[in-house]
């Protein structure tokens, strides 16, 4: 069975500074894992995705995670943080189960940034 | 358009009434999702469509929630004698293909709330 867990509810930082989501995994088999973005009232995108092929992952916005499968984890970061990042942060984990393929989301990283 | 498409954006019902909700996925995704998103939470699947097979409804809460879906067209969520407890936001979402790696696309979603 798949689970996923986001160690933070909220994160804050200066405008400026790097920025870490924590995102914890559980799988049987070799997952894919995906990272989105939900600004408020608008919908969920995709920020990056890793799907075994190179450990750390480029995505949009200047993001990135790196996929360390000895401490399950597939951690966000960003060296410099903007204020056009404070969003909602989902980290999904994505495996069959029986015949079906589920994601299955986190509760989510609120980030905020100060000025 | 190109992306996925949820109609009503926003509805308020009364207890005890049925709701639909529509779903138009991006052409050519075989798979659909419907999660549910309350407030302040993560997603919670609701079911799940690939092609002609039969659906996976294990996250359905419980029967006064159904969904449709004919081949790889529109798909609808039914709720039947709604409850204050369904208020949340339904959202949509579709893959190109089965399989763990390709990334889901959201729809806006559709705010429900029940008085």
């Known amino acids: 069975a798949q689970s996923v867990t986001q160690l933070d509810s909220h994160v804050s930082v200066s405008e400026g500074t790097p920025v870490l989501l924590r995102c914890n995994y559980s799988s049987s088999y070799s997952p894919s894992l995906f990272w989105y973005v939900q600004h408020p009232n608008k919908g969920l995108q995709l920020l990056l995705k890793y799907t075994s092929a190179a450990t750390l992952v480029k995505g949009i916005n200047g993001f990135e995670a790196e996929f360390k499968k000895s401490e399950t984890s597939f951690h966000l970061t960003k060296p410099s943080a903007h204020m056009s990042d404070a969003a909602e942060y989902f980290c999904?984990?994505?495996?069959?189960?029986?015949?079906?393929?589920?994601?299955?989301f986190g509760r989510g990283t609120s980030l905020i940034v100060h000025p | 358009g190109a992306g996925v498409s949820q109609s009503p954006s926003n509805k308020v019902t009364e207890k005890g009434k049925d709701v639909e909700l529509r779903c138009d996925p991006i052409s050519g995704h075989t798979a659909l999702y419907w999660y549910r998103q309350r407030l302040g939470q993560g997603l919670e699947f609701l079911i799940y469509f690939q092609g002609n097979s039969a659906p996976d409804k294990s996250g359905l809460p419980s029967d006064r929630f159904s969904a449709e879906r004919t081949g790889e067209s529109v798909s609808t969520l039914t709720i039947q004698r709604t409850q204050q407890e369904d208020s949340a936001v339904y959202l949509c979402?579709?893959?190109?293909?089965?399989?763990?790696?390709?990334?889901?696309?959201f729809g806006n979603g559709t705010r429900l709330t029940v008085t």
């Open positions: 979402a579709s893959r190109i293909r089965t399989g763990n790696n390709s990334p889901l696309h």
């Open positions: 999904v984990v994505s495996e069959r189960s029986g015949g079906s393929y589920i994601p299955t």
